[in-house]
């Protein structure tokens, strides 16, 4: 609910401002590399927390509002590469490892505090919809047949749910942290192997989480090169 309260009051003083002309608007784009891990409770069995690098597909375009030199809004869209690695699923040998992503499509809304032109921190809400889903299996690092690779899967829930935050810093460096509350799996998803029905992920929940480095994501790093280029007066 607070979630959504969120959503619709920024929705709201962006429809409310955009008409003045004292708002700043623009737009900015950028990728992101991906640190990724997940918060695992796979039926008790020990769970091996491997970072996972995600440096391609991520791209991430943005609507900017500024209000003024210290607050703005920002509404986007993003492709992201989402996932973990779990190196211990099986209760029997610690040399089976597991790695799952989605490619997702987002809906990012947030906001953004402090010296817009130099460092300040943002942070908001944003709703991803998986439309790609892959998991392979590596036994004894090994890459098994058994890869499963599918568009707009049962596997993974309809969309997540996540918050991000993170500081922008001068000449255009970015750092983010997100955490996702949906669970990464779709536990009620049912499959049919050589006539059994299972459910693979029933009592597997993993919340994903990450760091991020992104660059030339906001505006700030325009207004320092074209600063250093600008002669100086003494």
Known sequence: MKLRILVLFCL?????????????????????????????????????????????????????????????????GTIRNVGFINGNTDPLSSDIKKKYRTYNLGIPIGFKVGNLSKIFFFAG?????????????????????????????????????????????????????KYYFTNFFNESYTQTVNGVQSQPYMGYKANVFYFSLSFALFENNKIYYTEENRPKTY
């Open 125 to 177: 809400y944003e709703i991803e919809f998986p439309f790609h889903y892959k998991e392979k299996t590596f036994v004894n690092g090994v890459k098994q047949d058994n890869k499963i690779s599918k568009w707009f899967s049962n596997r993974v829930p309809v969309l997540y749910n996540s918050v991000y935050a993170g500081v922008q810093f001068p000449y255009g460096l970015n750092l983010k942290f």
């Open 12 to 76: 709201l003083a962006i429809i409310s401002t955009t008409s003045y002309s004292q708002v700043k608007k623009y737009v900015t784009t950028g990728g992101e590399l991906i640190f990724s891990f997940a918060d695992i409770d796979n039926n008790d069995i020990p769970a091996n927390n491997i970072i996972r690098f995600s440096p391609v597909f991520n791209l991430q375009v943005y609507g900017n509002f500024d209000f003024s030199k210290n607050f703005g809004i920002t509404l986007g």
